[in-house]
């Protein structure tokens, strides 16, 4: 069988779900010899790395281009692949092959008001008809699983939950690498941490309010580091940050290196990811698989994937924000014990483990 998976995406943006289709090109085709491997790439100078067994069709559509669905399905009818992996919520139109399509999260749906109009108009005006399109959908974590059976014109044996996992760098690093990562983004030798994109469903607006108010108690407690990719918020962050008069103690690091990223999460105190909604939150994995606390919100996917090895809070509520960071950093016991518990549950998730319940998936709608 010709299995195609829609890897432009990570040409365009980088993240979460870039990562994820990443993940799939390198380990899908090592991991199933038994079917041929297209992957769909941009038509952009670099191309990413193909796995043996598998082999590259440039494509000269965009991703998340207006009349992508219809451009898409021309440019691969050629290939006649039997199945089409879109990873990125939106498939092409049907031309004969079988499609699987993954859904992240339905922020668009439950919380339109985090989105920039245009991300809102691309996938509120397409979802209905690509889950309809669709043979099987894969969601992340079973919290998103029930938000698509709610929302979304399905049926329930169609959808099924596949985590995601942390990539295996991800690991606490020797005290030398961490010292360097720290030279090289200037950094200082104690941080509080958040990773991920600088956008509203995040809540950062709160965790710096949390923030002023963990200085309140603690005079002493570490810079605040915000890292990740720039997002739509960055400018009133630093805004925000001027109000709250902590200018000093907030650390912007937009577009940071994903090979500092074990370093950067192994040198923090701890993570903090209060956000409104996560369709799976791998940054929890990724602190957690490197040895380091975490503080999340009680929302989503979050409490789900951290498993009890992450202390909880409210996202609409800045004082228990500010409490669950302040016991973090001063509460020595609790900082070992979801510490030891972090590392357990990070083992759990594998990129194999990913990569065999999706193939799982791919041979129900192959062979049913």
């Keep these: 069988m010709r299995i195609a998976i829609d890897a432009r995406l990570p040409y365009y943006v980088q993240g979460?779900?870039?990562?994820?289709?990443?993940?799939?090109?390198?380990?899908?085709?090592?991991?199933?010899?038994?079917?041929?491997?297209?992957?769909?790439?941009?038509?952009?100078?670099?191309?990413?790395?193909?796995?043996?067994?598998?082999?590259s069709v440039r494509c000269w559509t965009p991703a998340h281009h207006r009349l992508e669905r219809?451009?898409?399905?021309?440019?691969?009818?050629?290939?006649?692949?039997?199945?089409?992996?879109?990873?990125?919520?939106i498939?092409?139109?049907?031309?004969?092959?079988?499609?699987?399509?993954?859904?992240?999260?339905?922020?668009?749906?439950?919380?339109?008001?985090?989105?920039?109009?245009?991300?809102?108009?691309?996938?509120?005006?397409?979802?209905?008809?690509?889950?309809r399109a669709a043979d099987a959908i894969l969601a992340d974590s079973?919290?998103?699983?029930?938000?698509?059976?709610?929302?979304?014109?399905?049926?329930?044996?169609?959808?099924?939950?596949?985590?995601?996992?942390?990539d295996p760098r991800f690991a606490p690093q020797p005290a030398q690498v961490v010292g360097a990562m720290r030279t090289r983004h200037a950094l200082p030798a104690e941080y509080l941490l958040f990773v991920g994109t600088?956008?509203?469903?995040?809540?950062?607006?709160?965790?710096?309010?949390a923030y002023a108010l963990v200085r309140q108690q603690l005079p002493d407690a570490p810079a605040l580091v915000l890292a990740g990719n720039s997002g739509w918020l960055q400018p009133e962050l630093e805004t925000q940050a001027a109000a709250l008069h902590?200018?000093?103690?907030?650390?912007?690091?937009?577009?940071?290196?994903?090979?500092?990223?074990?370093?950067?999460?192994?040198?923090?105190?701890?993570?903090?990811?209060p956000s409104h909604y996560e369709g799976f939150g791998l940054p929890v994995l990724e602190a957690m698989a490197c040895g380091t606390p975490v503080v999340i919100s009680d929302r989503g996917s979050l409490p789900e994937i951290a498993g009890g090895a992450a202390i909880s809070c409210a996202p609409d509520d800045d004082a228990t924000?500010?409490?669950?960071?302040?016991?973090?950093?001063?509460?020595?016991?609790?900082?070992?014990?979801?510490?030891?518990?972090?590392?357990?549950?990070a083992a759990e998730f594998s990129g194999e483990r990913c990569c065999r319940e999706t193939l799982r998936v791919y041979n129900l709608v192959l062979h049913g």
């Design 70 to 89: 219809l451009a898409l399905s021309v440019e691969l009818w050629p290939h006649r692949p039997h199945l089409l992996h879109s990873p990125d919520f």
């Design 91 to 131: 498939c092409p139109l049907a031309a004969g092959w079988r499609s699987v399509i993954t859904i992240h999260d339905l922020t668009f749906l439950i919380y339109p008001q985090f989105l920039t109009a245009e991300s809102r108009r691309y996938y509120n005006n397409q979802i209905t008809a690509s889950v």
């Design 198 to 209: 600088f956008e509203p469903r995040k809540n950062l607006p709160a965790l710096l309010r």
């Design 246 to 273: 902590l200018q000093q103690h907030l650390l912007l690091r937009p577009d940071f290196p994903a090979a500092d990223l074990p370093a950067l999460y192994t040198g923090a105190s701890v993570l903090a990811l």
């Design 16 to 55: 979460g779900i870039a990562s994820y289709v990443r993940a799939l090109m390198t380990r899908l085709p090592l991991q199933d010899s038994a079917n041929d491997y297209l992957m769909l790439h941009a038509r952009r100078p670099a191309l990413l790395p193909v796995a043996p067994g598998a082999r």
């Design 321 to 345: 924000i500010a409490s669950a960071i302040e016991r973090a950093l001063s509460d020595s016991a609790l900082r070992s014990a979801k510490r030891a518990g972090g590392l357990v549950r």
């Design 142 to 166: 079973e919290a998103t699983r029930q938000d698509i059976l709610q929302r979304l014109p399905v049926r329930a044996a169609a959808v099924h939950t596949v985590h995601l996992a942390q």
